[in-house]
């Protein structure tokens, strides 16, 4: 047998100190994760996945220093305590065998895996999150989402000012039972006054609080603040990619703080922590521009010391004492203004005692900082109800979601609904049910643009519904439990939202150089044909395909072209492309087309790029086709002649002249001067070598006036009904249709006939 060399022996004593400091490294994580998993769903009771996924993708900063000290006492510091007994026994046995301390290490550190493993697949059914998303007809979120960005809101043309009030963890259930609370006595009195003083969306006579329902991925503060400005639920993918994305807050949703930036709104958010936490600075920075005022705002402002911290920040006394400040300043300005703000002496657990505090729930310090909050708010309230602006002010009060205290509800019956505390004050509308409303936080979206005034087409934005458009709301419609479990699980349509890349203002300005162009409609065929030009910038910012989308004014029919893809398009000059394209439908000559032509880029982004609205008519391929279109019965054409009119008259056109009762000899005119008046109670024409003039009355009263001038007569037209010019004073056959029903020109148009009849143009 060979002897064992040195070279060898340190080898093998190198190797087994690798493998007991890496067996160290995992027996510590174990041990961490096991008592970080205890811990979070100790003092997290209602924790949720999208919650725990979301924090991982953004981090912990400016997180309150109650709940980081819990955090380090109770994962940290034992971990490192059991971590370090284990290392001192490893060097106690040194230089005894350590086969059965490293058993025993091993098993502990399989042990811990396995309880943690089980704890949080129990909680959170991690194995039923990580299978496939459901197919998009299956995304109830997809299904019933509406595209903010699609819908029409009407404001006010005197735009109303918003105080958006997020109360931390406030809850409906803290009233007592007599207004529709959970509690024998009421913790937050003078919020219950004022939420029936006002409206709550209860059924009309009925003096009880009502509120939303927090559903997953919206039952803590970012989510809850994401879900009643956007109607969505905050959930974040798993995959690592899209969890580096959070830099872009939600770029594909659009939240209240977009829409009213379009309005003017100057939009502040003001709140008593670090805006950092929770990624609140990112989302409102980046839907809205909001200025932040946070707890490093009042240390820049020189309200409070650099060294003042107390529970997350600053206390909610400063915090409406500031917003008093700001509010008045606001006031001041010529835009209308989005004040928001977030409270956070009743965060968990217990709430902040400040000095305004009572003891008056016999030791229940929450139950205290609640009453204290109470009184604060309301105060605040009646504060903004003194000021001058008020009177355009529309006030918004929401709890965000229902309380993470792990006591303070135990008492409350399982069969309770608990529902954050809501209520709107000085609403520009009136609540038209006649029932009390169940929603949802997300329904909050909708129902406060409408409450400043806004109206909503549809009444529905994202997942929200308006609690003033009569319409169901999502919950009203499949109850609570099909709409969690809707939330919880994947959608791949959310994933889309969260990971899509804003468009840069520079590709948008140059996606709009393109344009959609007609040509035609083919009346035997019904058949358009339309085109797309772009130039070559466009396919290298990452323009991936378009498609146009026609929708019929008579039917509401919307028809879909085919999706282009630009890399099978090929150069038609110099750094410009021309696609062309054709789509088949019938369409009526008097009716309108609306022509949407939207774009796909290769990050998902859909953007529209132009939209026209179009009279088949107008399109037609031929003036043949043009002329004859128009039913006599209920239009009157205006005919008339300027310069060379009438070289290109073929065949076709005289047939469709013929079809209107127009029987002189146009096609052998050449340079003639030429009118006609076609309807269905007069029929005039006239041709020479002359100017032409003519006027009298049709349709009842209405007065006309028509000139027209040949080549040879002068280069003149005119047509005049009741006194107004329609003419287009251009070369060829100038036609202005009379819609007699409605008694109003509906189109002017001009076929310059010099060389072809078909070639025209119309306004």
Partial sequence: MGKTTTSDSKAKTVIKIILEV???????FSVFFLLTVIWGFDVFKNLKLDEVLFHLAGNLEGSGSEMLRSFYLRCVLPSVVVTAI??????????????????????ITIGCLVASFIIVEKKFAIVEYLAPAPDAGDDFIAQHYVEPRDVKIDFPEEKRNLVFIFLESVEATFADESVGGAFPGNCIPELTRL??????????????????????????TMGAMFAETTGLPLKTSIEKNSMESVENFYPGATGIGDILKEQGYDQELMIGSDASFGGRRKYFSQHGEYDIFDYY?????????????????????KLFEYAKQDLTDLAKKDEPFNFTLLTVDTHFEDGYVCELCRDEFEGNQYANVMACSSRQVTEFVHWIQQQDFYANTTIVISGDHPTMDNDFCLEVPADYSRKVYFTIINSAKENPSDRAREFTTMDV?????????????????ALGTSLYSGQDTLLETYGYEENEKAMEKKSEFMKGLYGRIPISAELKETVTNGDLVIYGYDLDKHKLLYGYDFDSQMRREGLESFWTEFTLESTGETIVSDEMKIEDQELTAWLHYHVTGETVFEADP?????????????????????????????????????????DTDRYTLFIAAMDEASMGIQDKDVEAFESLGITLPLKDSVRGSFYAIAGRDILEESLAYTLLTTDGTFDGDHKYKVVSAGYDAGNTVSIEI?????????????????????????????FDSYENTDVRSYQ
């Fill in 22 to 28: 890496l067996l160290i490294l995992l027996f510590a």
């Fill in 86 to 107: 284990a290392v001192i026994l490893l060097i106690l046995r040194r230089k005894k065998s350590l086969l059965p301390i490293n058993i025993i290490v091993g098993i």
């Fill in 195 to 220: 939420a029936l003083e006002n409206e709550t969306f209860c059924a009309p006579g009925e003096k009880l609080l009502n509120g939303g329902v927090s559903l997953s991925g919206a039952t803590w």
């Fill in 297 to 317: 705002t009042a240390i820049e402002r020189g309200f409070i010391p650099e060294d003042y911290y107390v529970f997350w920040g600053y206390e909610d006394e």
């Fill in 445 to 461: 979206f909708p129902t406060t643009l409408e409450a400043m005034g806004a109206d909503i087409e549809g009444g529905r934005l």
């Fill in 590 to 630: 008097g009716d309108y087309v609306e022509a949407e032509l939207f774009v796909r880029f290769d990050d998902g982004t859909e953007m529209e790029v132009t939209s026209k609205s179009i009279a088949p008519s107008r399109i037609y391929m031929s003036m043949a086709d043009y002329l004859r279109s128009w």
């Fill in 722 to 750: 009741d006194g107004t010019e329609y003419a287009r004073e251009m070369r060829g056959l100038n036609i202005v249709v009379y819609d007699c029903k409605n008694d109003k020109v509906v189109e002017t148009i001009v």
